[in-house]
């Protein structure tokens, strides 16, 4: 039998996906009951679960209406989110270097290498693993700076989720873009050239703003 939290999980997993593929569109109701009901499960699993998609920002949580999902983020909402990450991943360069270890170095390059060589597609289990794996590539140059004020800032944009939204029916079509620009970030943490990381990860980021608009103005 499954364990409260792998219930919680799955139905978060399955929500999740259902609202990135559309098949749950924006101002959708969710009620408890309901979703329940659909999955076979208490009302106790189900709510973890739509608290942990209000985190990720996927649906809102209104007063005496419940819960909704979010609309998807237009480009507005997107250079907001580029905006607070280049005030953070560039301007770390110094205490990244500083502190970052070997070992954590290798695992970005393994990161980047899981990320270019997985098969992708366009629907929302096909390239997931590419959102977590890249979610997980800045968040572990972020948790290098080994400032815990730096970390809860960096993790309270928590926009990955949302990033998702734009990948549906298209996959990763700059994979191969991306990973070398990466390779460039990893190469000047390597390096310990801070300059270079800065001018790296800035131009990594504005370039990926410019990438996600083009997602979205072609759906």
């Known amino acids: 039998m499954l364990q409260h939290e792998s219930i919680s999980f ?4 399955l929500l999740k996906q259902e609202i990135v ?3 749950l569109e924006p101002g959708a109701r969710l009620i408890v009951s309901n979703i329940s009901k659909r ?3 208490s009302g106790i699993p189900v709510r973890e679960a739509l608290f942990r998609l209000e985190a990720e920002k996927l649906i809102i949580l209104e007063h005496n209406k419940g819960f909704r999902v979010a609309e998807k983020p237009d480009a507005q909402d997107i250079y907001k989110w580029q905006q607070a990450r280049l005030l953070i991943e560039p301007a770390i360069a110094d205490i990244v270097l500083e502190n970052i270890t070997a070992s954590e170095i290798a695992y970005l390059r393994q990161l ?3 990320m270019r060589t997985h098969e992708y597609g366009p629907h929302y289990e096909q ?3 590419f959102i977590n794996l890249n979610a997980e590539f800045h968040k572990q140059i972020v948790m290098a700076s080994r400032n815990e004020l730096i970390i ?3 993790n309270t944009l928590n926009y990955g ?5 734009f990948h549906e029916n298209r996959g990763v079509p700059d994979l191969q873009l991306l990973c070398n620009e990466h390779d460039e970030i990893i190469d000047a943490i390597e ?3 801070a300059d270079i990381y800065r001018e790296k990860t800035t131009e990594h980021i504005i370039l990926g703003f410019d990438r996600q608009i083009s997602f979205g103005s072609a759906g």
């Open 21 to 23: 593929s559309n098949q």
């Open 10 to 13: 799955k139905v978060y997993e």
């Open 161 to 165: 989720p949302q990033v998702g939204r």
């Open 191 to 193: 390096a310990r050239n």
């Open 127 to 129: 390239y997931v693993y």
């Open 112 to 114: 980047n290498i899981d």
């Open 152 to 154: 809860e800032m960096y």
């Open 39 to 41: 999955f076979g499960v």
